[in-house]
């Protein structure tokens, strides 16, 4: 994710040094709407209809805030109603890049360009802000619709299905304040905690930051000692949000920013929890570990100076569907 400041690209986590030594992530700054009709939605302006082709997300497998569009992208069924194109997992002096890997899984497929933030000028030939992923790209009016992965995730969910998503509401009206709550909680201490306490560049602000992530950790423990999933025996936007910090928690986070007050795997419910979600139809197609790995782990220099990834842990996803719980 990068930072553009007097014509210079430069990498975002260089923007702490008003904080206090605290890591402070700014807003996304396309706040546009799919919506079924084109109408607005709750930001922005209108005109972007839910129609099959129109649309292009840009992602990576090695960010979280990106996985969840990948994530919603698979559960919906909408692989072939809005096309995906991969960066580059490292995230350089220019920003994240196109260039080509042995795999052939990174290239832009609409523009060819080599790095992200010439998108960023297409849309807008003055912008001046961040450049991240996830970007939801506008086909037809060649323009980013979002660049807000919370937001997109909700378009995804319901803007397309009248015109050939499968169904699931993993945001229902009737669950939605308990939803609201979790996420409000999991962004602040989990999401965003991983990166307050990576980033943190003096010890309070680390400690600040690594404390209220295990208290959390240790609240949705007991939490899932009731229930399947986080608002009860179905999926919902709370999980979905949750799992891609929680996929990554002991490959990275615990050794590469310092959050090994506990692995997940020490947490009998979350680690069974994490790895039902793991199996959920779709969702495995949505991972590239070794992507996140090479992602923090060579990119990140400030944190790992030597760029070394490391080999392990080696982890266990597989685990039968259908966990059982005392209640519901």
């Not at 209108?46 to 990948?70: I, M, N, Q």
């Not at 009206?173 to 991983?194: E, P, S």
């Not at 986080?230 to 919902?236: D, K, T, W």
């Amino acid at each position: 994710m990068g930072l553009l400041v007097e014509g210079e690209w430069r990498d975002q986590w260089h923007d702490t040094k008003s904080s206090g030594g605290k890591f402070v992530r700014a807003d996304a700054q396309f706040r546009n709407w799919i919506t079924a009709d084109g109408a607005a939605g709750p930001s922005g302006n209108d005109g972007f209809k839910a129609e099959p082709g129109r649309y292009h997300l840009y992602v990576s497998y090695s960010c979280p805030w990106a996985h969840r569009t990948l994530i919603y992208r698979a559960l919906k069924g909408l692989e072939e109603i809005v096309d995906a194109s991969m960066v580059h997992w490292i995230n350089g002096e220019n920003g994240w890049t196109f260039e080509p890997d042995e795999d052939g899984i990174v290239g832009d497929k609409l523009y060819g360009n080599d790095l992200l933030y010439k998108l960023y000028l297409k849309a807008d030939p003055v912008f001046s802000g961040r450049v991240t992923i996830p970007v939801l790209w506008d086909k037809k009016r060649e323009t980013i619709v979002s660049n807000e992965s919370s937001e997109i995730i909700r378009m995804l969910n319901s803007a397309f299905d009248t015109v050939g998503a499968k169904s699931g509401d993993f945001y229902p009206v009737h669950k939605r304040d308990d939803i609201d709550r979790l996420n409000d909680v999991i962004y602040d201490t989990i999401n965003n905690g991983v990166y307050k306490a990576g980033f943190a560049t003096n010890q309070d602000a680390y400690e600040e930051a690594v404390f209220p992530l295990f208290q959390t950790f240790d609240m949705l423990e007991e939490r899932l000692a009731q229930s399947r999933f986080l608002v009860g025996n179905a999926p919902s936007e709370a999980d979905w949000r949750l799992f891609p910090t929680l996929s990554r928690f002991d490959p990275i986070y615990v050794g590469h920013f310092k959050c090994n007050l506990a692995r997940l795997v020490d947490y009998p419910n979350l680690w069974a929890y994490t790895r039902d979600l793991y199996q959920w139809p779709g969702v495995e197609s949505t991972i590239n570990l070794d992507h996140a790995k090479m992602h923090y782990y060579q990119s990140q220099k400030r944190v790992n100076s030597s760029g070394i990834v490391p080999v392990g842990p080696l982890l266990d996803w597989l685990e039968p569907h259908g966990r059982e719980h005392v209640g519901s």
